[in-house]
T-cell receptor, first 115, second 117 residues
Framework: AQSVAQPEDQVNVAEGNPLTVKCTYS??????LFWYVQYPNRGLQFLLK??????LVKGSYGFEAEFNKSQTSFHLKKPSALVSDSALYFC?????????????FGQGTTLQVKP | GAGVSQSPRYKVAKRGQDVALRCDPI?????LFWYQQALGQGPEFLTY????????KSGLPSDRFFAERPEGSVSTLKIQRTQQEDSAVYLC???????????????FGNGTRLTVT
C-alpha cells in the first residue's frame, strides 16, 4: 500500500535561514510526489510535483524539493525562509498509471518561521 | 468561477441529522475528489469522479456517506444520520485531466467544516 511519512510535527526556523521539511514515501511502482501548503481555514494549495526527470524540482514561492530514490525521500526546501511561509505543509504521493489519481497525504508538518 | 467553491462554509448538525455539502469545481475540470480532514490530520481520500462517473468510492467510511455528480460539474456529498465522528473538514478538489493522465495538480476548495453535536 502507498504511504507517506512526515516525521516532524513542527519545524521552527528563523527568517532568512534555510528550511527543510522532510517527507519519505512507500509505493509500488513509480512514485508521483507532490507538496501542498495549507493556510488556516483554507484549502490546500499546490507547491510542486515530481513526475520524472530532474531530481531537483522547483515550485512556487521559491520552494524546491529533491527526489531521492535510494532514500525514498522527497524533502521540501527553501534557501531563505520568510515569516509568511509559516503554514501547514503536506507531502503526498500518487502511485503509477492505472489508478484514479487519488493522492495519499502525510500527516502534515507545521512550519513556524520566526522574525 | 476562479476556483473551487464549497458551501456551506460551516455546518453544525445534531447527531442523527442528514447533511448535504456542495462543491462547484473549476469549470471544465474533468476530475473531482472529496477528502475528509480531521483536526490535526492530513486529508483522507473519500471518493473520485471522472465527469459524472464515480470511479472510486473506496474511501467512503460507511454506507451513510453518499456522493453524486449527476451532470459532471457540481457535486454533492451527503451524510445520513450524522455521528460525532463525522466532525471534520470536508475538502473538494478538482483537476483538469482524467484519471489516467492525472498528474495535473489538484485545486482545492476552502472546505466545509462540519461539527456534529
Amino acid at each position: 500500500a502507498q504511504s507517506v511519512a512526515q516525521p516532524e510535527d513542527q519545524v521552527n526556523v528563523a527568517e532568512g535561514n534555510p528550511l527543510t521539511v522532510k517527507c519519505t514515501y512507500s509505493v509500488s511502482g513509480n512514485p508521483y510526489l507532490f507538496w501542498y501548503v495549507q493556510y488556516p481555514n483554507r484549502g490546500l494549495q499546490f507547491l510542486l510535483k515530481y513526475i520524472t526527470g530532474d531530481n531537483l524540482v522547483k515550485g512556487s514561492y521559491g520552494f524546491e524539493a529533491e527526489f531521492n530514490k535510494s532514500q525514498t525521500s522527497f524533502h521540501l526546501k527553501k534557501p531563505s525562509a520568510l515569516v509568511s511561509d509559516s503554514a501547514l505543509y503536506f507531502c503526498a504521493v500518487r502511485a503509477g498509471s492505472g489508478n484514479t489519481g487519488k493522492l495519499i497525504f502525510g500527516q502534515g508538518t507545521t512550519l513556524q518561521v520566526k522574525p | 468561477g476562479a476556483g473551487v467553491s464549497q458551501s456551506p462554509r460551516y455546518k453544525v448538525a445534531k447527531r442523527g441529522q442528514d447533511v448535504a455539502l456542495r462543491c462547484d469545481p473549476i469549470s471544465g475540470h474533468v476530475s473531482l475528489f472529496w477528502y475528509q480532514q480531521a483536526l490535526g490530520q492530513g486529508p483522507e481520500f473519500l471518493t473520485y469522479f471522472q465527469n459524472e462517473a464515480q470511479l472510486d468510492k473506496s474511501g467512503l467510511p460507511s454506507d451513510r456517506f453518499f456522493a453524486e455528480r449527476p451532470e459532471g460539474s457540481v457535486s454533492t456529498l451527503k451524510i445520513q444520520r450524522t455521528q460525532q465522528e463525522d466532525s471534520a473538514v470536508y475538502l473538494c478538489a478538482s483537476s483538469l485531466t482524467g484519471a489516467l493522465q492525472n498528474n495535473s495538480p489538484l485545486h482545492f476548495g476552502n472546505g466545509t467544516r462540519l461539527t456534529v453535536t
